[in-house]
């Protein structure tokens, strides 16, 4: 017997890619129910072969659901993820909402699934950040090799990571350029097309960026509270895929070579590694894929025991929404839960 999955925020770039994964991994579904707020009521939403009409988020009975996928921003799933989780569906967040509460877990399935059993104090499972998903599965096999102390990263992160509007905005700002029009910013604090801006979120007290302090505060979370970690966030003009160059400094010895045939075999991960021209991954290539890509590994001779690394990834999929469905495929492969009729 399959599950009944909910999608709360099915009209999103983020809700329809997990429509389209769930479908893509033949997920062992009864259901798939799509959500979203009142003004999306009846939208027509793809999944597989099957269109399927919108309800409302609002009205909807959880009490028959096993798992709820919720991709509709912080506000929504702080006041929903709690009445949906007492209704006992477990409630899978791509928010940042839940991610620093102690009692839910934050998980990425490569790097830290057995800290799942923790669900059941919440019911609720908390997605990382987009660029800290991507970041922990290519630092886990190091860590457990040589033992990481510290992170310089360098983010070079795609507007898809904003929004619908924050892409049709790159759409339309790229499109005023080439034909002589004004260019209008309302997503973002200047303008994107053609630019990078070094601001993602907001800024805190210390100077950096919300963004960046996720990063930071997520990866301790996820993978080793000791590991510590300095970023700058950048939005770049890609539509999909956020990139990042990182340096790593280890407490033991580990070479490139070392670290590229380590990573070869790493879970979620693919090596692009070729001292050549074109030899590596661009963000264009990453789309529409589930790896975590590696590039430019080399030495870094500055610090004793250092790596530095080129990471990319599609962070509409293992970003947000392949992260979630692989969360609840743990659930399921890991019987921590059963569907409900079948239970009944």
Partial sequence: MGFKIAIAGATGNVGRELLDILAERRFPVSEVVPL???????????FGDKILKCRH???FDFSTTDICLMSAGGSVSKEWAPKIAAQGCVVIDNSSQWRYDSDVPLIVPEVNADAIVGFKKRNIIANPNCSTAQLVVAL????????IKRVVVSTYQSVSGAGKEAMDELFAQTRAVFVSDPVESKKFPKRIAFNLIPQIDAFMEDGFTKEEWKMMAETKKILDPKIRLTATCVRVPVFISHSESVNVEFEKPITADEARD??????GVLVIDKHEPGGYITPHEAAGEDATFISRIREDNTVEN?????????????GAALNAIQIAEVLINRKLITPKKQAA
Avoid: M, Q
Avoid at 262 to 267: A, I, K, Q, V
């Fill in 36 to 46: 979203a707020s009142s003004r999306s009521i009846g939208r027509e939403v793809s």
């Fill in 57 to 59: 988020l609002d009205t």
């Fill in 140 to 147: 886990k096999p190091l860590h457990d090799l040589a033992v």
């Fill in 262 to 267: 380590l990573l070869r075999e790493s879970p």
């Fill in 306 to 318: 250092g790596l530095a690394f080129w990471c990319v990834s599609d962070n509409l999929r293992k």
